[in-house]
C-alpha cells in the first residue's frame, strides 16, 4: 500500500517550504494513504484521482481547499470531508459511494459530481445556494422527491442512467436550469411542471418509454429549447414527428443528435419511399362535376414531383373513333399525293436527260433543284481541303506535348507549374495531376462550402468539459 512522502512532493516541485504549494497533481500513483497533505496548509487544488484511497479522514486539516478530485478511488463513504467547507468543486465520482452524507454542510459547493457510485437517494441540498451543476448519473436512484425543492440556481443536472420512474414537481424550483439529461430511464411522460424551467436549452430524455405526443405537451412551454433527444422512446418511431415537434418547439435546433432540417428532410424522403414502396405510385385526378374531361393518371418520382409520364384514358366514344379514322386517311391521302408528285418530278428529269421535251417546273422546285446543287458543292469542297487541315491538327497535339513536359522538368518549381497550366479550362485533368503532385487539395471556386453540422453524439454535448466555476478552477460535466 504506497503512502504520500512529503520530502517527495517538495522535492517534485522544487521547494522546501510546504506553504507556497497551493496546487498538486497526485494521480496514477496507487495512493492508499496521503497523512503528510496535513503540513500543506495553503493547498487550494488538489487532485488524488485514480488511486486506492478509502477514506478522506486524513484530508480534514486541509481547510483551505477549494478544488478536490479523487475520482476512481475506493472510497465507501464522504465522511472527513465536512470541515472542508471552502470547497466550491467537489468531484468523487466512479467510487463506491452509497450515501451523499457529509456534502450538506458544504454550503460554497458550486459543484457536486458524483456519478458512478451505489447512491440510492439524494440528501437535501438546501444550504448549497450558489450549487450550479449537479451529476449523479448511474445510480440506483429511484426518485427525486424535494431534495432540490429550495435550490433554484442549479443550471445543469444530470441523472441519466439512474431508475427514476418519473420527475414529478421535483424540478420546479430549478428556474434556473438550462442542461437536464434525463436519458436511459423509465420516465413515461414529462410533467407539466416543467414549463417552470423556461431556461432550458437542452433536454435529453432518449431511453425512456415515452410513447405518445401528450406525453410531451409541455415541450411548447420551452421556448428556450434548442438541444431535444427522444432517440430510444416508442414515440420516436411515430411518422411525422420531426415535422411536429418542430412546430411544437419552432425555435429547436437539434433533435435525435441531427440538425433538425436536415431530420425533418430525411423524414419525407422515408416516407416517400415507403408510399412507393407499398405500390402507391400514382396520383389521380378526378374531373371536376360536370367536366368532360378525361381522368389522368401521373405517375411520380421518389421524390413526389411529376415524373413527367402522364396517360390519358380516352372513353369509347363512336363520333370520336370515326373522327381519327377520318383524319388517318387524309393523311395517308396526303402521303400518297407527295410521292406521286415526286415521281413526275424524276420522270421530267429524266426525259429532259435525254432530249425529250423539257417539263417546265415551278419556281419551288428550281429552289429545291438549286440546293441540292449547292450542297454537293459544299461536300466536295469540304473534301478537297482535308489534307489542309492535318498540319494544323498536328501542331495543336504538340503544343499539348509542350504542356505536358513542362511537369516532367524537375526544375520546374510548383508555383510555376500553376501558371503554366491552369489557365486552359479544357485541362482539368492536367491540373488535377498537378495539385496532386504538389500535395494540394483544389475546389471550384463556385462550389459552396458546407457549413460545419454538429450531428452523432457530440450534438448532445451539453457544454464544455471544463467550465471555470468559481475560484476553485475547472470542474467536470462528466456524464
Known sequence: MAELNSKQVLQDNKTTDPNSITSLTLTHKALSHVSCLS????LQKLDLGFNNLTSLEELKLCVNLKWLSVVQNKLESLKGIEGLIKLTVLNAGKNKLKSMEGVSGLVNLRALILNDNDIVSICKLDNMKELNTLVLSRN???GIGQSLAKINSITKLSLSNCQLQGIDSSLKSCTELKELRLAHNDIKTLPSELAFNIKLQNLDIGNNVIMKRTDLKVLSSLVNLKNLNLQGNPIAEKEDLVKKIKKQVPNLQILNAKPIEKAMKKEQVGRDDDENE??????EEGTFPGSDKPKKSIK???NGKNAGDISETVPKDP??????KLKKEKINEFDKASVRKRKELVQAEKRTDVGGPPIELDRGEERRKHKKHKKSEVLMENASNVDDKEPTKKSSKKAKQNKLSVIDDGETPFSDLFLSSGKVDEHNTLQQNV?????LVTFPKNKKKKKNLVTGAAALQLSSVNDVIGLGGASTWDD
Do not use: C
Open 39 to 42: 503540513k500543506f496548509e495553503n
Open 435 to 439: 495539385d496532386a503532385a504538389a500535395g
Open 300 to 302: 411520380l418520382s421518389k
Open 278 to 283: 407499398s405500390g402507391d405510385d400514382y396520383h
Open 140 to 142: 440506483p436512484i429511484s
Open 319 to 324: 363520333d370520336v373513333q370515326k373522327e381519327s
